[in-house]
């Protein structure tokens, strides 16, 4: 059974600092792409941070680049964001994504989410 769990949302100051994990299981984390997305009250889920099967390509949405940071541990199956400098901007459910393509198929699973508030 594929499972992406995450954890280490909750609540936190503007200025402050979260690390999210997303716990992978039940398919070959290593062969997979990773995302990290998000979505606010209202708005569309949009694209947070990615890195590759390896670990050894990174992207970033101009809106946290220099102050998120993406990384992985395939020993662990484990996938890291670590958020600094964070404001209420940055208040969303954080969902952990999962995909692989094989052409001419692609599989992909989605986390569960966990919450980020980021207020004073």
């Known amino acids: 059974q594929v499972q992406l769990v995450e954890s280490g949302g909750g609540l936190v100051q503007p200025g402050g600092s979260l690390r999210l994990f997303c716990a992978a299981s039940?398919?070959?984390?290593?062969?997979?792409?990773m995302r990290w997305y998000r979505q606010a009250p209202g708005k569309e889920r949009e694209l947070v941070a990615g890195?590759?099967?390896?670990?050894?390509?990174?992207n970033y949405a101009d809106s946290v680049k220099g102050r998120f940071t993406i990384s992985r541990n395939n020993a662990k199956n484990t996938m890291y964001l670590q958020m600094n400098s964070l404001n209420p901007a940055d208040t969303s459910v954080y969902y952990c994504?999962?995909?692989?393509?094989?052409?001419?198929?692609?599989?992909?699973?989605w986390g569960q989410g966990t919450q980020v508030t980021v207020s004073s």
């Open positions: 994504y999962a995909v692989r393509t094989s052409w001419p198929t692609t599989q992909n699973y």
């Open positions: 890195i590759s099967s390896a670990g050894d390509s990174t």
């Open positions: 039940g398919f070959t984390f290593s062969s997979y792409a």
